[in-house]
């Protein structure tokens, strides 16, 4: 049993900084990509960022490149995402995401675990 859980999500004002972080527990070693993707009400579920576990090499959605960074410590089966310049529009519940899928980047129907999600409120 694989079992993701988020913290560090919060309320902060437009153009503060939050950073979360995801431990994997569980069936970790077959992981190929962990990442987070994020849901305002009434959207869909949209794609931030993701890590490739093999090599650290990270991707990131257009609206976030610059202002958000994932890392990831492999020792610890942990994912982190640092975001800094918040805007309000980044107000969402994050999800992180694992992959065993080589290759996966921004589909979220190729990610095989969730986390339970956290609130991210950014204030204007």
Request: overall charge positive; hydrophobic content about 30%.
């Amino acid at each position: 049993q694989v079992q993701l859980v988020e913290s560090g999500g919060g309320l902060v004002q437009a153009g503060g900084s939050l950073r979360l972080s995801c431990a994997a527990s569980g069936r970790t070693f077959s992981y190929a990509a962990m990442g987070w993707f994020r849901q305002s009400p009434g959207k869909e579920r949209e794609f931030v960022a993701t890590c490739r576990w093999h090599d650290g090499s990270t991707y990131y959605a257009d609206s976030v490149k610059g202002r958000f960074t994932i890392s990831r410590d492999s020792a610890k089966n942990t994912v982190y995402l640092q975001m800094n310049s918040l805007k309000p529009e980044d107000t969402a519940v994050y999800y992180c995401a694992a992959s065993r899928i080589r290759g996966v980047i921004s589909n979220r129907n190729l990610y095989n675990d969730w986390g339970q999600g956290t609130q991210v409120t950014v204030s204007s």
